[in-house]
């Protein structure tokens, strides 16, 4: 009897939200539509195919054409459509109604449009999570795909992930597809024989074995591969001048007559049953546990892999080191990048606004559109960072936080119309760090102040521009960072208002300075850097506070008493939040016997838009160019940004020394290494020179009005 054995072979489609369009329509002229085309060429050829919605949407919108051809390939039994969360969350990091909600949306589009029952379920960035299988079963759920790395670093072996299993919780079964990785590397990086060679000799003779293949639809079309694209070695030339893809579907098809199955995964569940029951660890694919850990810990344990991979005599070092080599899961990213895990809190904090405003009042379709905006700002991609930017591409970032304050200002305003205040100011653990942050709110702006932290202003929305001017990110060494290349890394994090002391006055007659071209040993260069030396312990450190509010304005009263070189010093800072305008008050009492001779520096992050010819920044007069270093004394300067409708006047007491520069990060993305723009960093230089029991006082107004 000849051996045998079953190929299901899935393709994933998948745009974040808010990705610009003319990206999207690359990956399908280059992606999605060459391939779908190259499927039907080979009828034989059964194919999975899972979209997520905001990809469906778009094209329904730009290529309607393109459902056609689905539809047609899917009456044929060509293709099967699977299911997922509609926005591509991390479905396990959401709440559970969050994820029916999500599941059903997608469920219920297929329906709508291919007239399809879905019964698999594609598991974003494969995050698994022990707890899902009740989820998946009370919402329909027959099957997941699960990448065979979990169950390895579960104890199985090689030959043990070629069935499905069953896995549950609370008694609610899933079926359990393990997604092959051999196969995952190979395609479409080997000569198409290779995979196809792999699958043979994987037969055997009762037939039942079943190996499934997914890869990204961007992989068979728009990834780079050296001095060409995937779409050259797939429908152009190959690595022999034949298609890749053309040439590997004809030897599939071709071994059809012999000893492959090629099949839908619905259709091998009806023919066998799962193998048996398996309980699975948290875990994503191999390079997501690597990527999630923190540098030093990644940098550890990359290298263990390097060394379990040295070849000897043609086999790996250690096969089984390899199996059981495994980092961190998912949520680790909302440690590693403070700024995902603020887009994740403030995500569960508007959606509480949303239930409260449930329990009181009901719930009605006009919160439809609101549900819808929160689904949206879960969309994965701008919380995480591994072989892509993600997290680091700010005008993401920027998608989620429109969502959020969307979202909230549709709250705010149905609050309104039932005769509540939405004016106010309250602690709450924002950050879900143990520390209370104070939100200040009004019909214009959000501020969010952390007293742990400095006294710093964590985010500040601006309401009738949608748009959170804080989203700016912290340099951070990364794992593939070359020391050589001497990047930076900020010492505190990135928010406004940090208390710093520096010895030194900036220089004030330079304008418009590449940053290559400063003076390494300048002070202005250790600022940039973040390498200059403080003076105090109050940046970053915790300070009292007190909170008032009134009708018109909210108050919080922050202080703490500290150090500056030996000098006791107390810093009292009131911030004032009044319609469309913030004020910090200074107190900087020299509680010392002794003279007291420095320059208070704080810094200002802003971030106007990822396109840095948007940014307009004004200062006496006179046009800053972002992408440089400038400096001027005075005591103002004034951004817009008339699309977004963003208008900022920063004014200060005293005349100051002004400091601008961009803030940079340095990051792989699936260009390769790049160099992006976080934002501009506005920093103000004062003079402090104190007698014993002097105060120094100074007081800036941010007015968000427009002029």
Known sequence: MKEKINFAL????????????????????????????????????KVGL??????????????????????????????????????????????????KAQ????????KNHFNLDIKGFWLAERAWEPHLPKILNECGIEYILIDDFHLRANGLYEEETFFPYFTEEQGYLVKV??????????VPWKQPWEPVEYLEKNTNEEGSRLITLI?????????????????????VKGYDGTPWLESWFQRLTDSMDEWLTMLHISEYLKKYKPKGLIYMPTASYDKMSYWVLPTRARKSLENLIKKAKWKHFGEPFSEELLQFLKGGYWRGFLVKYPESNLMHKKMLHVRQKLIKYEEEFGKSKKLEDIWLDIYKSQCNDPYWHGQFGGVYFSFMRETIYSCLINAEIKIDRLF??????????????????????????????????????GASILEIDIKNAIHNISNVFTRKEEAYHDPKDKFPVDRWRKQAFIDHFIQDALIMNQLEIPIVDLDEESLEKKVVSDEFEELGNFAGSSYNYKITSREENQVVKLSKEGKIK???VQINKEIILQANTIEIKYNIINKSKEKLETFHYIEFPVYIDSDISKNIILANNDEIKVENISNWKGSQFHIKNLKKKLYLSFSTQNISNFLIYPLMTYVTTDGGYDTLYQGAVIGLQSKIDLKPSEVYKNSIIIDFKEK
């Open 416 to 453: 309104k119309e039932k005769g509540k205040l939405i004016n106010k100011v309250y602690e709450k653990d924002l950050t879900y760090d143990g520390r209370p942050e104070i939100l200040m709110e009004n019909e214009f702006l959000n501020v969010c102040i952390q007293p742990h932290y």
């Open 103 to 110: 599941i059903e949306l997608l469920r219920d589009y297929i």
């Open 215 to 235: 890869s990204d639809a961007e992989k068979m079309g728009v990834w780079p591969a050296g001095d060409m694209t995937t779409y050259d070695i797939c429908y």
């Open 177 to 186: 597809i393990p997604i092959n990785e051999r196969l995952r590397y190979m």
């Open 50 to 99: 899972h979209y997520t919605g905001y990809l469906l949407e778009w094209l329904e919108k730009n290529h309607p054409e393109y459902d056609d051809i689905l539809k047609e390939m899917s009456n044929k039994g060509q293709i099967e459509i699977i299911g997922g969360a509609f926005y591509e969350p991390i479905i396990p990091v959401i709440p559970d109604r969050d994820k």
């Open 566 to 568: 030996e000098n006791d």
């Open 10 to 45: 899935v393709f994933h489609f998948h745009q974040p939200i808010g990705n610009f369009d003319h990206v999207i329509e690359h990956a399908y002229q280059k992606s999605y539509l060459p391939l779908i085309q190259m499927i039907k060429r080979f009828p034989k050829i």
